[in-house]
């Protein structure tokens, strides 16, 4: 199965261009929070810093990608790669953290923290696989040259 190159561009930008203006926005409320919120922003920065590089990486690829720029498929699929392993790091972290509870805390629900994670992997990595296999198909090397 194969995407067309217009839904590809287009789905990215705006989806990368969305988490950076809710990326934007959370930074500007947890700053105008409090001291204990500007204290985690200032923990976390290197970590922000980073995921806002990845998803302007998806913006950029994004865009490539609607204007058949060679360099934006490339971007595209490392993009996609790079979200792969953060979604799949996140949820095994989230499952792991739920393997060691709190002694006095109540046992952890873990058909409704793998049915979470079901839900929200199998759903990125599939967009993200598809997209992948169309970027690589000679239809979108002959567009891209």
């Given at each position: 199965?194969?995407l067309?190159?217009?839904?590809?561009?287009?789905?990215f930008?705006?989806?990368?261009?969305g988490a950076?203006?809710?990326?934007?926005?959370?930074?500007?409320?947890?700053?105008?929070a409090?001291?204990l919120q500007?204290?985690?922003?200032?923990?976390?920065?290197?970590?922000?810093?980073?995921?806002a590089?990845?998803?302007v990486l998806?913006?950029a690829?994004?865009?490539?990608?609607l204007?058949?720029?060679?360099?934006g498929?490339?971007l595209?699929?490392l993009f996609?790669?790079?979200?792969?392993?953060?979604?799949?790091?996140?949820?095994?972290?989230?499952?792991?953290?739920?393997?060691?509870?709190?002694?006095?805390a109540?046992p952890?629900?873990?058909?409704?923290a793998i049915?979470?994670?079901?839900l929200?992997?199998?759903?990125?990595l599939?967009?993200?696989?598809v997209t992948?296999v169309?970027?690589r198909?000679?239809?979108?090397m002959?567009?891209?040259?």
């Open positions: 199965m194969e067309p190159l217009g839904f590809i561009g287009w789905f930008t705006l989806i990368s261009a950076l203006l809710l990326a934007a926005a959370l930074i500007v409320i947890l700053w105008n409090g001291d500007r204290r985690y922003l200032g923990y976390s920065i290197w970590n922000d810093l980073v995921l590089a990845i998803w998806g913006l690829g994004g865009i490539g990608v204007r058949l720029e060679p360099w498929r490339y595209t699929e996609c790669w790079a979200l792969t392993v953060l979604v799949l790091l996140s949820a095994a972290s989230r499952l792991h953290a739920l393997r060691q509870p709190n002694p006095d109540p952890a629900n873990w058909l409704g049915a979470g994670a079901t929200v992997l199998i759903p990125i599939a967009i993200c696989a992948i169309t970027l198909s000679p239809e979108a002959k567009a891209f040259s």
